[in-house]
């Protein structure tokens, strides 16, 4: 088995989940006259790849060093959204059971696409990236209940529809764009839609049964849509963390790897080598063939 990383680039650029404190990152200790370079890092656990953990939204929950790895690790499946969820779209559990086989326990990774608007991107939108991405209702979440799956993973800002979240208070431009849409779209206005007994429910309504998430996965996503893989998060083992930056890393056969190897080779990459989403649009054409 050898591994495809699905996690973006961290760096000072990266950004945070609004209003969350971003990377810093300074030198305290240089070669020269120290004899080693030495950093100091300060951040929130909401920037880059990063997984939710249980008490970020359930006092009585696990903590990050309290996820198994047997929990982190598992079959998974990445499915590719971005053909049928565009800017405040509503996802649902058709549209991923019309594309993958979801089974029992799984991992399930979602590509909205809006990975191709992160700071990484040569399309970079972060506004679009963090504001923008469609996201799920109630009846996705309790279809994830029913599936019993173990985690899920986002390519965008949150697992929740970003119009579902604090955000929608903090950028009212954009909420007007967002409820036009919903009246337009879903013959609703959005505060009907997203009524406040739904508030942030993927985290407040599947926390609570040890299904978490991961948010801002992208790195090589696009060479693996619509296809099953062991799919593992590898957070720090963080005693009371209530979230933890990641490395998420999708694992597949030596045979296949080098099939998808020979895919990127002829993809256009990003400047950190990754392969750039809205570049290769013949990737998901062909996931889509396959699907």
């Known amino acids: 088995m050898r591994p495809i990383d699905l996690s973006i ?49 359930y006092t009585p929950g696990k903590d990050i060093a309290g996820l198994s790895l047997d929990y982190l690790m ?15 779209d509503v996802y649902t559990s058709k549209m991923i059971e019309d594309r993958v086989e979801v089974k029992d326990g799984d991992i399930l990774i979602i590509h909205t696409g809006y990975h191709h608007f992160g700071w990484d991107q040569s399309t970079a939108d972060e506004i679009r990236y963090m504001v923008k991405h469609p996201g799920p209702d109630r009846e996705f979440a309790e279809w994830c209940r029913r599936k019993n799956l173990r985690w899920l993973g986002v390519d965008c800002g949150s697992a929740d529809h970003p ?34 007994d739904k508030y942030q429910l993927m985290h407040i309504e599947l926390f609570n049964h040890s299904i978490i998430h991961a948010e801002c996965l ?38 296949e790897h080098d099939a998808l190897m020979t895919k990127k080779a002829k993809a256009k990459l990003t400047r950190f080598g990754d392969v750039a989403g809205a570049d290769n649009a013949w990737l998901h054409d062909e996931a889509r063939t396959k699907g």
């Open 9 to 57: 680039p961290l760096g000072i650029g990266t950004p945070a989940w609004p209003t969350y404190e971003p990377l810093q990152m300074k030198y305290f200790k240089r070669l020269a006259p120290n004899g080693a370079n030495g950093q100091i890092l300060t951040h929130s656990n909401h920037v880059g790849t990063h997984l939710d953990g249980e008490i970020h939204f």
């Open 74 to 88: 598992h079959d998974g499946v990445i499915v590719d959204l971005s053909d049928a969820a565009g800017d405040y």
């Open 163 to 196: 119009m579902n979240t604090a955000i929608r208070g903090w950028m009212p431009r954009q909420l007007k764009e967002a409820d036009a849409h919903f009246r337009s779209k879903y013959g609703q206005p959005l505060d009907e839609f997203f009524s406040d």
């Open 218 to 255: 992208g790195g090589d996503i696009d060479l693996l849509l619509n296809r099953r893989a062991v799919i593992g998060a590898f957070p720090w083992r963080l005693v009371d963390g209530e979230s933890c930056i990641c490395r998420i890393l999708a694992f597949v056969s030596d045979e």
